[in-house]
């Protein structure tokens, strides 16, 4: 039994490093900003100047201004949003923010650290870390969950990725059905990012 369950987690990791994205394909929009960041819960547009769409069910939000990223998450989900930044393969050395918006619109958001391929994603501050988060937000428009939050683009923390205006990076993403930081995911993937600007 345990041997399936390796071989099935072998699988999934596999999956996911070979085909970039599990639940379809990546489409991307750049457009200008020509709004001010607002950690709202609501996307408006020329608020960021990518949008990374993945199969209709998830979206990231990016956008860099003065040293800091701001990022949106957006997903078909009434539970929790993730996304990550650089490591792999699977989670091993990843940057990652977990949150998901309670029934009374608190946020709560968790600046985390995968060491290995399948976590655990404790929160920085377990190894030593700072919370990074500057501000955030967010809130639950029908079927979906948004989050919105930012960061400056190096905080510092060798527990953070410092994110890079030139060339790509990597980001995974993931949502779950549940209010935690627990539980699993329902879908998972990767794209790569080139930002410039900053």
């Known amino acids: 039994m345990m041997g399936r369950r390796v071989l099935a987690a ?18 991307l929009e750049k457009t200008g900003t020509s709004k001010p960041w607002k950690p709202d819960g609501v996307i408006e547009p020329g608020e960021y100047s990518s949008n990374f769409t993945v199969g209709g069910d998830f979206s990231a939000f990016l956008r860099v201004d003065n040293g800091s990223l701001f990022v949106g998450m957006k997903a078909k989900t009434r539970g929790w949003v993730a996304v990550g930044f650089g490591g792999g393969p699977g989670m091993r050395k990843t940057d990652i923010i977990i949150a998901y918006v309670l029934p009374n619109g608190t946020v709560e958001i968790s600046d985390s650290y995968s060491p290995g391929f399948a976590g655990p994603h404790n929160p920085d501050t377990t190894y030593g870390g700072v919370d990074n988060i500057i501000s955030h937000g967010g809130g639950e428009e029908g079927d979906f969950t948004v989050v919105e939050f930012s960061r400056k683009l190096d905080t510092g923390d060798r527990y953070d990725f410092k994110i890079p205006t030139s060339g790509t ?16 995911h329902v879908k998972a993937g990767h794209f790569y990012v080139s930002l410039g600007g900053g």
């Not at 990791?13 to 379809?24: E, K, N, Q």
């Not at 949502?175 to 930081?181: I, W």
């Open 10 to 27: 072998l699988l999934t990791g596999f999956l996911m490093v070979t085909a970039g994205c599990i639940g379809g394909g990546v489409s």
């Open 169 to 184: 990076f990597r980001v995974i993403w993931a949502y779950g059905t549940e209010d935690d930081f627990v539980s699993e």
